[in-house]
């Protein structure tokens, strides 16, 4: 069976600085993995998602993510944080076979200072 | 922009009485999902649906009940609400294409039992 560890539950940043948030996943195979940020009062949205192909993938809204296979993460990164980028971030793993459906970590809350 | 509704919002209700939970979509989806969602925990899959008239359960244990008589209509039903089942709610559907599907989540109902 698949799983996402978010080793950060909390991650705090000053508007226009860089923002990393780690994932790491287990799965035997190549897994599927996604993004997806949940703003406050509303449901999660996705951000960017990796099949195969190009390890380093562009998402919405400034995003990007890069899959090292030898290292199993997928950490999503943000060059200069805006202060409408504080959200929940979760990370997904999906895999093929049985039923196709992710299994999500415990997300990250990003707080961001002006 | 998803078209993925939930109603209601959020509800408070007593110990031992039934609710149902709506999620409506509009896009045709064949999959969709329930999800519980705690603070700081990771997303809980409850029950899912391959389409009309397939329902399964999902990982975490619930009371809980669902019915897909139509695509775009997957209720949740709790027979019997206890202050256990207090936490948040989302609903999600998505394509079904064999794996690595984006998930369309509404905004969730809040629930509070007292």
């Known amino acids: 069976a698949q799983s996402v560890t978010q080793p950060d539950i909390h991650i705090t940043v000053s508007e226009g600085a860089s923002l990393e948030l780690r994932c790491n996943y287990s799965y035997g195979a190549t897994p599927y993995l996604f993004w997806y940020v949940q703003s406050p009062g509303q449901g999660l949205q996705l951000l960017l998602k990796?099949?195969?192909?190009?390890?380093l993938v562009q998402g919405i809204k400034g995003f990007e993510a890069e899959f090292k296979r030898s290292q199993s993460s997928f950490n999503l990164r943000k060059p200069s944080v805006h202060w409408s980028d504080a959200a929940e971030y979760f990370c997904?793993?999906?895999?093929?076979?049985?039923?196709?459906?992710?299994?999500f970590g415990r997300g990250t809350s990003l707080i961001v200072h002006p | 922009e998803a078209d993925i509704y939930q109603t209601p919002r959020y509800l408070v209700i007593g110990t031992g009485k039934k609710i149902t939970l709506e999620c409506s979509q509009t896009m045709g989806h064949d999959k969709m999902y329930w999800y519980q969602q705690d603070p700081g925990m990771e997303l809980h899959l409850i029950h899912y649906s391959y389409g009309v008239n397939s329902t399964e359960k999902g990982d975490l244990s619930s009371e809980s009940t669902v019915s897909r008589i139509r695509t775009e209509h997957f209720p949740l039903t709790l027979e019997s609400a206890r202050p256990s089942h207090t936490s948040q709610y989302l609903c999600?559907?998505?394509?079904?294409?064999?794996?690595?599907?984006?998930?369309?989540f509404g905004p969730g109902t809040r629930l509070l039992v007292l």
């Open positions: 999600a559907s998505s394509e079904a294409t064999g794996g690595g599907e984006t998930q369309y």
């Open positions: 997904a793993v999906g895999a093929l076979g049985g039923s196709y459906i992710p299994t």
């Open positions: 990796y099949f195969s192909g190009d390890t």
